[in-house]
């Protein structure tokens, strides 16, 4: 059975601040998704990553994976308030789209 | 980018009614779509899986006689929760991918958030 663990599941950070958040998963997959929920919202894509050693970024936001270790991180680099949301990854379980979702990570980012 | 849309967004009802929420893709033809809900602080849970022009694939656990889906055309599936209850009262978000360039991703729609009283 594929699982996917996030870690934290909370974080608060102040401005300016960098950090990861964790995302493994137990089986071999190579289709891995980060996506942005604000609160009362629904998901926003923010990355498709699908190769091993996949690296993407989109403003202070950097998505890597590595699928030997099965795991992909989401790093936040000098936070800003607007990066305040909850943050999911989630991993294809097998070619039919289905995706198996990390419990998400609460981030709040304090002016 | 592709765009999804979901109507109602809120929906209040009585216990007992049913209760219709439409999911439309606006820019694609979607072949599949996904039924998820969502309690509070909790993460995503998979409903089911709705191709057009067959039957929906339901998760272990999810009531087909209850929540129905109908996926008439490449571009509108309908999830229907019947005799609702109290504990259906949930946050239900539909999803498709798009096929082409973006084929890997899910593009969510806006959410319909149903209180059952």
């Known amino acids: 059975e594929l699982k996917v663990e996030q870690n934290p599941l909370f974080l608060s950070m102040q401005e300016g601040k960098n950090y990861t958040i964790y995302c493994n998963y137990s089986?071999?997959?190579?289709?891995l998704y980060w996506y942005r929920q604000d609160p009362g919202k629904s998901l926003e894509s923010l990355f498709v990553?699908?190769?091993n050693g996949a690296v993407k970024q989109e403003g202070r936001l950097m998505a890597s994976l590595d699928t030997k270790a099965r795991l992909s991180t989401l790093h936040i680099t000098a936070a800003v308030h607007d990066l305040s949301a909850t943050y999911f990854c989630a991993v294809d379980m097998d070619s039919n789209y289905q995706l198996i979702w990390g419990a998400g990570t609460k981030l709040i980012i304090k002016p | 980018g592709a765009v999804v849309s979901q109507h109602p967004s809120r929906v209040i009802c009585k216990s007992g009614t049913s209760v219709k929420i439409e999911c439309r893709s606006l820019d694609f033809q979607a072949t599949t779509m996904f039924w998820y809900r969502q309690f509070p602080k909790q993460s995503l849970m998979l409903m089911a899986t709705s191709n057009e022009g067959s039957k929906a694939t339901y998760e272990q656990g999810v009531e087909k006689d209850k929540f129905l889906i109908n996926h008439a055309s490449l571009t509108l599936s309908t999830l229907t929760v019947t005799s609702a209850h109290p504990e259906d009262s949930s946050f239900y978000i539909c999803s498709s991918t798009s096929g082409g360039a973006r084929v890997n991703e899910q593009f969510f729609g806006p959410g319909t958030r149903l209180t059952v009283l």
């Open positions: 089986t071999t997959s190579d289709r």
């Open positions: 990553l699908l190769s």
